[in-house]
Every structure is written in structure tokens, then in C-alpha cells.
């Protein structure tokens, strides 16, 4: 890796993706921060006028996706180091709730957003036989919960894809990580978020999911770029990293519970043929 990197960085006005813009140019980097909203860079753009590039994006479109990576690919004029694909927001609400417009706006963002960013940094980055592709997911991605459940299946079938790429683009160089976030204060679910007509039918699990969950944001985002500055920097960094002390836990938790249930009706599983 050379010694002064260019990012790209999707979703970098804000929360994650402004921590992460601003710990990689505070060691030096270029970034170029890309963002439906850039204006909340102005005070970065300032302090680093020769390093950080704006550009206006709406990871949805396609089309735009591609022109963007292409300025994006011209700045400093060597081409891309590190994408961090971060680019989200939330869909809250129960499934039945939910409009097909609301769900396919949702995935258009999360999941197929994410997908057009990798289909057009990898060309680049496989010509030139190195870089790095950072899959921002959640650590939620193993099962669905209520409420939250289109954002989790956006995760969940990106962090399947991000597997899959990470086994198809290592033979060029590129290394891929499905980086699984913890719950961090990054306003997700205030500016971020696309909310359904509640159906008074599930007033009592809003209720009590409410209760659960509290009132805890959640640590800084800046707590988490450190880890982040790290494993963009590991000579062989791993394909799936838990981004989080709390959340490493939790995930933990999370797959014992599954494969206990899974021990409990082993009887049952193994009755089928396959």
C-alpha cells in the first residue's frame, strides 16, 4: 500500500461514514466523500482543501454510481486504494406494515446501492492489482428483528454478497471485508429513517421493543474509526470482522442461541434425506 492512500467513502456526511472521512484525513489521506448532501463537509473541505473531494451522490442510481467512481477514480490520479461502502438508512416498522414502494426504496439504497458501488470501484481496482473493499453491514445480520426486519434483510443479503465477492477477487489482489457494525449514535434512526403507518394491532411489541431497547444511542461514531483506520491497513485483513466490544458479544450470544435450537431438533432435521 503506498504510503499517502485515496478513499472513497459512500454515506460521508454523516454518522460512520463522517467519522471514517474524517480519521483517514486527519492521517493523511485523500477521501473522496460521496453523499447525497455533501454541505455537511464544508468545515472538512476547509481544513483540507487539497485532500478531500466532494461529490454528490444517491448511491440508488446506477447510471450516477458509475460517473461518480469514475471522478472518483481521477482524483490525485492514481486511482483507489479504500472504498468503504456505507452508504444506508432504515426502514422502521412491522413487515406487514410495510409499502412495496417503501421496501423497494429501502433496497435500492442498502443492498442494491451497495452492489452498484462494488460493481463499479472493482474494475479499477482489479486493473491495478491492489486495494480494498469495506462492506459495511450490521452485526444483526445473522436473524431478522422486529421492526427492524427490511433493514436487517438489506444487510443480510449484502453480507452474502460480499462473501461471495471476496471469494471472486482475491486471485486479482483485492481484498474484501464484510465489516459488521455494532449500534452506534449515527442518527439512523432519526435522519435516517423511512417510518411505516403504525398498525395499532402491534402497539404492545412497539411497546416493549421500546423497553428493550431504551434509551441508549449508543457510543460515538469516531470510537469505532480507529478499529476501522486498522483493518484498512492489515496486509491480509480478515473476510468478516465484528466492529464493536458490546456487539462482539452479543453476536456471540446470538449464534450459541442458534445452534442450541438447532441441537434441539437435530432428531427432526435428520428424518430428511440431503
Keep these: 500500500m503506498p504510503s499517502t492512500r485515496t478513499w472513497f467513502i459512500t454515506g460521508a456526511s454523516r454518522g460512520l461514514g463522517r467519522a471514517f472521512t474524517e480519521a483517514a484525513l486527519s492521517a493523511g489521506e485523500r477521501v473522496v466523500a460521496a453523499s447525497r448532501d455533501v454541505a455537511p463537509l464544508g468545515d472538512l473541505a476547509e481544513k483540507y482543501p487539497d485532500d478531500l ?23 490525485g490520479g492514481r486511482g483507489l486504494d ?11 416498522g412491522m413487515v406487514e406494515e410495510a409499502t412495496e414502494e417503501q421496501i423497494r426504496d429501502h433496497l435500492d439504497v442498502n443492498f442494491f446501492g ?21 462492506q459495511i453491514t450490521s452485526m444483526g445480520t445473522g436473524g431478522g428483528m422486529a421492526s427492524v426486519g427490511f433493514y436487517g434483510a438489506g ?45 395499532p394491532a402491534y402497539d404492545e411489541l412497539r411497546a416493549r421493543l421500546a423497553e428493550m431497547w431504551g434509551e441508549d444511542a449508543g457510543p460515538d ?12 491497513g492489515l496486509p491480509d485483513p480478515p473476510r468478516r470482522l465484528i466492529l464493536g ?7 456471540q450470544e446470538m449464534d450459541r442461541a442458534r ?9 427432526l432435521s435428520r428424518l430428511a434425506p440431503g
Excluded at 461514531?221 to 484498512?232: F, R, V
Aim: charge should be negative.
Design 53 to 75: 473531494l466532494r461529490l454528490s451522490l444517491d448511491v440508488a442510481d446506477r447510471r450516477a454510481v458509475f460517473e461518480t467512481v469514475e471522478r472518483a477514480v481521477a482524483f
Design 82 to 92: 479504500v472504498v468503504v461502502n456505507n452508504a444506508g438508512g432504515l426502514l422502521y
Design 114 to 134: 451497495a452492489v452498484w458501488v462494488a460493481q463499479a470501484v472493482l474494475p479499477h481496482l482489479r486493473a491495478r492489482g491492489t486495494g480494498r473493499l469495506l
Design 155 to 199: 444487510k443480510a443479503a449484502l453480507d452474502s454478497v460480499s462473501e461471495a465477492l471476496a471469494m471472486e477477487v482475491e486471485q486479482f489482489g483485492v481484498k474484501v471485508t464484510v465489516v459488521q457494525m455494532g449500534g452506534y449514535s449515527t442518527g439512523l434512526f432519526t435522519a435516517g429513517t423511512t417510518a411505516t403507518a403504525p398498525d
Design 221 to 232: 461514531p469516531s470510537t469505532a474509526a480507529p478499529a476501522l483506520m486498522e483493518l484498512a
Design 245 to 251: 466490544d458490546r456487539s462482539f458479544d452479543l453476536v
Design 259 to 267: 445452534a442450541e435450537q438447532y441441537r434441539a431438533w437435530e432428531t
